[in-house]
């Protein structure tokens, strides 16, 4: 069933996104494994399972990691990480992120992990045990027991503020994610605040000015964080699929930000780079089974910069009704001993450098801009040989006057072929199966939708008639008409489109998915799919069950079945 909402006026359509479906996802299949891990399942709350979002560890790595030297490293900068694989600690040479044993762990996840001002290595051992590392032999020193932090709230990250001499405390739950100082002579955790706009912090970096950085698992985001209030804004996509406990600290020396990461996506950690403005991270090497979660690099802050840091954004950070057409300047006040500014502005997670040079107070801001879109800006201030921190000012422009919010309903046409399944070799009409080696499709009748409108949502709904622990997606079908496609070229189509960075839905569902009813948003390039369809009045979307497997396995009503009024519902939003 595909839903439409929609007024008849003579300009752009609008689509918005519907929340949807679960972060869950699956226990690891082997027993022996599962035996191994139920007595750590039992002590947290959110521990890993097969692809569920976790701050654990992947349960189907076997330690074997990819060591370059064996002998110390000379390097410009040393990074330490606990592997919770093979419960090792590591010296990574920065920037090569070559891997050098020092020593066995305490045989127990450690979660964060950072040197202090003094150069002492603390790191949290799961769930909340404070202790201090040798990091010449890997010995631990407990030294208590953290409190303060909220019940539920798993101890993900420790990062040490080098601008104000203060340790940082990160949580999450999976859902929300919170952001404490902590007292490591106390061992009492102080709550500064919710991160906003993130369900998974699971890494925390701070620089040598102050401002700090977090990584989402269950957005795959990098997002600045208000060391203030624990705000969270979200910088741009990470890139890679992240996924169970991973660390982030900076290299003071030359300002950037290297994550410790776990790339669920090929089962393996790596040490990447994170670039600040965009939240893209670039792979400096892969580590193999090696699962690093608390990381620090072993380099100190050199005098504070001493460039101010810009002041008194205009229009002020959050303003909203702002014109597309006469935005007006963005003004602000450098800080002192600024001989070099450079601009940055742009939607979100599109922030890009528009002006670098000599001192500037006012830029005017580029027109026209897109209706009820978030843009943000932030201004550096610059000497010689430092940048001062600066602070990401937003603003939202105002909503289109024409949009009007309208919800259709589209369903398949009760014919032959509008939903099916296909093995490759023979189409079946009907039911949609992901079972075995098969995969389906739904068809929609789109034809209600006006041919220029501008898509800015799409949601669909479906009736689950029988699954088991399902990995699927949703995928385009481009090009592709399924009442005259083979069943080979469907299947191709269907799986070539099924990677998590193409399909317009990339699920991992947990071992308690049930039959019922589903609701979930479609992304990627679904609304610009559907705007080129209008034309031909029907719309396309494959289904693809990943594990090719008749243990795991979804089948969904199609346009023949109980469930016809319901099968296969798309939401969309737009005005005209």
């Known amino acids: 069933m595909l839903m439409t909402n929609y007024s008849l ?28 891990l139920i007595a750590f399942i039992f002590s ?39 592997d919770g694989v093979g419960n090792n600690w590591y010296s990574a040479a920065i920037p090569v992120g070559t891997l050098t044993l020092v020593g066995p762990t305490g045989g127990t996840l450690h979660q964060g992990g950072d040197f202090d001002g003094n150069g002492i290595f603390y790191a949290v051992r799961s769930p909340a045990t404070l202790m201090t590392v040798n990091l010449t032999t890997g010995a631990e020193t407990v030294l208590g027991t953290i409190t303060g932090v909220t019940s539920g709230q798993t101890i993900t990250s420790l990062a040490w503020n080098p601008s104000n001499s203060t340790m940082y405390l990160g949580s999450t739950n999976i859902t929300s994610s919170e952001l404490y100082t902590f007292n490591s002579s106390t061992y009492v955790a102080t709550l500064v ?184 800006w932030r201004v550096v201030c610059k000497n010689d040989t430092c940048s001062a921190s600066a602070d990401t000012w937003s ?54 939708i006006p041919d220029a409108a501008n898509i800015m949502s799409v949601n669909f709904n479906g009736y689950v008639n029988l ?25 191709t189509s269907i799986e070539a489109n099924s990677g998590q960075t193409v399909a317009y839905l990339y699920a991992n569902e947990s071992s308690t998915f049930t039959t019922g009813w589903k609701s979930y948003p479609l992304t990627g390039t679904v609304n610009a799919d559907l705007e080129a369809a209008l034309g031909q009045n029907w719309f396309a979307v494959g289904m693809d069950e990943r594990d090719n497997s008749a243990t795991y396995y979804i089948n969904w009503d199609g346009w023949s079945q109980a469930n016809i009024p319901y099968s296969c519902t798309i939401l969309i939003h737009y005005s005209s």
């Open 44 to 82: 947290m709350n959110i521990l890993a399972q097969k692809t569920e979002h976790s701050v654990g560890l992947d349960p189907k790595v076997v330690s074997g990691p990819k060591l370059g030297l064996t002998s110390p490293i000379e390097a410009p900068n040393t990074g330490y990480g606990a």
């Open 395 to 448: 603003f939202t422009t105002i909503q289109n006057p024409f949009y009007t919010e309208v919800i259709d309903t589209l369903y398949p046409q009760a014919a032959q072929y509008w939903t099916g399944t296909t093995n490759g070799t023979a189409k079946t009409d009907g039911e949609v199966r992901g079972l075995n080696t098969e995969d389906g499709w739904f068809m929609f009748d789109v034809s209600s």
């Open 193 to 376: 605040g919710t991160v906003t706009n993130c369900a998974g912090l699971i890494a925390v970096g701070i620089n040598c000015d102050g401002a700090a950085y977090g990584v989402d698992i269950v957005g795959d985001q990098l997002l600045s964080i208000n060391t203030s209030t624990g705000a969270g804004t979200v910088l741009g996509p990470l890139g890679f699929d992240a996924n169970y406990a991973q660390d982030a600290d900076f290299d003071n020396a030359t300002g950037t930000l290297y994550i410790a990461a776990y790339n669920n996506a090929v089962g393996a950690g790596e040490l990447r780079t994170a670039d600040l403005t965009t939240g893209a991270t670039t792979l400096v090497t892969s580590w193999g089974a090696v699962e690093i979660t608390s990381f620090g690099i072993d380099n100190t802050c050199g005098p504070p910069c001493p460039v101010g840091s810009a002041t008194n954004p205009n229009p002020p950070s959050g303003t909203t009704g702002v014109s597309i057409t006469s935005p007006g300047n963005a003004t602000w006040t450098n800080g002192a001993g600024t001989t070099n500014v450079e601009v940055f502005f742009g939607p979100v997670g599109n922030v890009v450098s528009v002006y670098s040079g000599t001192p500037i107070t006012s830029l005017t801001i580029p027109a026209p801009l897109q209706y009820a879109t978030t843009y943000q």
């Open 9 to 36: 006026s003579p300009n752009s359509f609008l689509f918005k996104l519907f929340s949807g479906g679960s972060f869950m996802s699956r226990s690891f299949r082997l027993t022996s494994v599962l035996v191994i």
């Open 467 to 491: 699954t088991n622990y399902p990995y699927w997606s949703a995928t385009p079908l481009p090009g592709l008409n399924p009442l005259t496609a083979t069943a080979s070229e469907l299947k």
